[in-house]
């Protein structure tokens, strides 16, 4: 019968009714225009970022990759990241836990406040840190009096990367601690286990992968962010510029070598991740299909 579920042991095959499928034509014109689409805006701007990169020969492009400016603005990602990255992975934890397990007020408030910086620009994120921090900001004259420097300066930099990042693991832990209820956290707090126990043996395992998942895209923002730190930064060359900062400034500067140099690298830290990303996947997809 169309739209039955077929078992095969322990397997269920889902048979898709036979009036909603479509002619194979129709099938393959559809992933035609996918496959034209993604190569025209996806994959090709890339392949021309490394194209660019070696025109003027291999000698450019690695001169371009070891320059000082370079390695500094690579070290400041990582290190912006490396900051970053836990520090919202503590907060998603937190706050998804605090949301899919207790009911209290202003719940729905909270989650509004996770999405907000999806809504809010970039730039306007960073401008909002310059107002606060800045030196005719709010608290610029108390900070500058005690020698704290926050805008242009690294401070800044993590603050305005870390608002960006906020949601990626919150919001990927929120759904499917919801799913998975409470259930398994009151069985084992009514056999005596503590918060802390029940933590680490019940709840971490059940979302290891979401959790995973959802670092790996709070990090690849965290590389990757330009609008913000743009605004916070300073652009000053070889201390407050990050990776993305560094080739816009080769680009203005008519260094294009060196700038698609540099671009290719975060290509390829893009690239890394999305590797992981897709190991991580097959990897909670296996675990899945072995738990039924």
């Known amino acids: 019968m169309a739209g039955a579920i077929t078992v095969y042991g322990n397997k269920e095959t889902a048979q898709r009714p036979k009036h909603i499928t479509e002619p194979k034509y129709v099938q393959w014109i559809l992933i035609a225009i996918a496959l034209l689409f993604l190569g025209l805006v996806v994959l090709l701007p890339l392949v021309s970022v490394f194209v660019e990169g070696f025109r003027k020969g291999a000698d450019l492009y ?42 209290f007020k202003g719940k729905n408030f909270l989650i509004t406040l996770i999405d907000l910086p999806f809504a809010v620009s970039p730039v306007i994120a960073g401008l909002i840190y310059v107002l606060m921090f800045g030196a005719q900001g709010y608290f610029g004259p108390w900070l500058d009096d005690r020698g704290i420097q926050i805008v242009f300066a690294v401070p800044g930099i993590v ?94 500067e008519y260094q294009f070598s060196a700038s698609f140099a540099v671009a290719s690298l975060l290509v390829m830290l893009a690239v890394i991740t999305l590797i992981v990303k897709g190991i991580v996947e097959w990897k909670s997809g296996a675990s899945h299909a072995g738990n039924h």
């Not at 320059?67 to 937190?94: H, M």
């Not at 059940?206 to 923002?221: M, S, T």
């Not at 070889?238 to 080739?247: C, D, F, I, K, S």
């Open 62 to 103: 690695f001169k371009g990759l070891t320059e000082p400016d370079t390695l500094s603005a690579l070290k400041l990602t990582l290190i912006v990241a490396a900051i970053a990255v836990p520090l919202n992975t503590v907060f998603g934890v937190a706050a998804a836990w605090a949301i899919s397990k207790f009911q």
């Open 159 to 252: 603050l305005a990367t870390i608002f960006v990042t906020v949601p990626f693991v919150a919001r990927e832990l929120i759904p499917l601690m919801q799913a998975q209820g409470v259930q398994q956290e009151e069985a084992a707090a009514s056999l005596g286990a503590k918060g802390g126990s029940i933590f680490w043996r019940v709840t971490l395992p059940n979302i290891k992968w979401g959790l995973i998942y959802g670092i790996i895209l709070c990090n690849a923002r965290a590389m990757g962010e330009f609008g913000a730190v743009s605004v916070v930064s300073g652009h000053i060359r070889g201390q407050t510029n990050t990776l993305p900062l560094h080739v816009e400034i080769l680009y203005n």
